[in-house]
């Protein structure tokens, strides 16, 4: 990852109690936790929670087909939601975080003996790309790519098994991997992605009420920026390159995957 100038100075107060707001929003499952309200993830005041809310997301019987009747639930959600180096960590200000426990939560879920509940699943991949643009522009313009898993849990509720169940549901598992981000100094030319995958399935039927809610614990520290800490993740160098065409005065966009190095990160 390149340093920058552009660095956004703020008290380490105002870090503390700013909102964070996504840039953006995209899903890959746009059936269950649509980008246009499905998909909500804000940060507590202090940054100790990640808090990621799905309205849509239900868990439902699977429909049948081929003539089989319906044999599990299930429910799935990935999505991708952005935000910029400065929403964490700026100026004399650096921080990262890593995370520590997962809490799943809905309403109203309601099994029947032997669905039995067995799967739940969380999982968080950062994605950092750095971009080389200038301004006046300079060509080729270019983006590297940092990514690493913050966290991959996958636990067994154990409910509806030998008794009905039936009203709110909460599970907490902790994460026994945590994986610290790189040290943030507020870099514009620094976007992260977040992706989500939340996934749950039963053995035999079972439903919930819409309405998904996955908290992250956070461990959220100061850190002191040097250049080894951007060796992080695994890097892949010019993910994206844009040419100038000329005459056409036409842009033409590549993704490579030549030079892929794997980083391992400090604790």
């Known amino acids: 990852m390149?340093?920058?100038?552009a660095i956004l100075a703020l008290s380490s107060a105002s870090i503390a109690h700013a909102a964070i707001n996504a840039a953006a929003v995209r899903s890959q499952t746009p059936y269950s936790c649509n980008a246009v309200g499905g998909v909500r993830v804000t940060f507590a005041d202090d940054v100790s929670v990640m808090h990621a809310s799905f309205p849509d997301l239900n868990l439902y019987v699977d429909t049948p087909s081929h003539g089989f009747p319906p044999s599990y639930s299930i429910m799935d959600c990935q999505a991708s939601v952005e935000f910029s180096?400065?929403?964490f960590g700026a100026g004399n200000r650096q921080t990262r975080f890593a995370i520590t426990n997962v809490t799943w939560s809905n309403n109203n879920l309601t099994l029947a003996k032997g669905d039995n509940f067995n799967q739940l699943r969380a999982k968080v991949d950062l994605n950092i790309e750095v971009s080389n643009e200038t301004s006046p522009v300079h060509y080729p313009i270019g983006k590297d790519l940092y990514t690493g898993n913050l966290v991959n849990l996958q636990v067994n509720p154990a409910v509806g098994v030998d008794e009905d169940f039936s009203g709110p549901f909460?599970?907490?598992?902790?994460?026994p991997n945590p994986f610290f981000t790189p040290c943030f100094l507020g870099r514009y030319d620094h976007v992260l992605k977040f992706n989500f995958e939340i996934f749950g399935e039963t053995v035999d039927g079972?439903?919930?009420?819409?309405?998904?809610?996955?908290d992250f614990g956070l461990d959220y520290q100061e850190c002191q920026w040097t250049e080894e800490s951007d060796n992080w993740g695994t890097e892949t160098k010019d993910w994206q390159t844009c040419y100038y065409r000329q005459p056409s005065n036409q842009t033409a966009m590549r993704?490579?995957?030549s030079s892929l190095k794997h980083k391992f990160p400090r604790p």
């Open 2 to 5: 390149r340093t920058t100038p």
């Open 85 to 87: 180096e400065p929403d």
């Open 170 to 175: 909460k599970f907490t598992a902790v994460n």
């Open 206 to 214: 079972g439903v919930s009420s819409a309405g998904w809610n996955v």
């Open 255 to 257: 993704r490579g995957l």
